[in-house]
């Protein structure tokens, strides 16, 4: 089985900007990549995260799921009663 590490990504008002505020011969990411050890931290830190993303397509989240091969994504955004909710998943 092929086990790598939980990622997120999302964009947010401070990345945008020094995204377009750099030169072209070294450009800055728009979006913001962290890589965690387990699913669990992940999910700590995802409230605050959805919260400060401005990505319109949610926070994306890429697992291996345990007994599955291949990567498992979420879509994740905090919904109008602030409880965080996946918008779409799938395998890739």
Not at 11 to 38: A, C, G, Q, R
Request: hydrophobic share 25%; glycine share 4%; aromatic share 14%.
């Amino acid at each position: 089985m092929s086990r790598f590490k939980p990622q997120v990504t999302y964009m947010t008002h401070e990345s945008l900007n020094d995204y377009y505020n750099s030169s072209s011969w070294n450009p800055k990411p728009k979006y913001i990549v962290k890589e965690y050890s387990t699913y669990a931290e992940l999910k700590k830190d995802l409230p605050e995260i959805c919260k400060s993303n401005i990505d319109l397509d949610g926070v994306h989240v890429v697992r291996s799921k345990r007994g599955q091969w291949g990567e498992w994504n979420e879509n994740w955004e905090v919904d109008n009663n602030n409880e965080l909710t996946i918008i779409k998943e799938g395998w890739s």
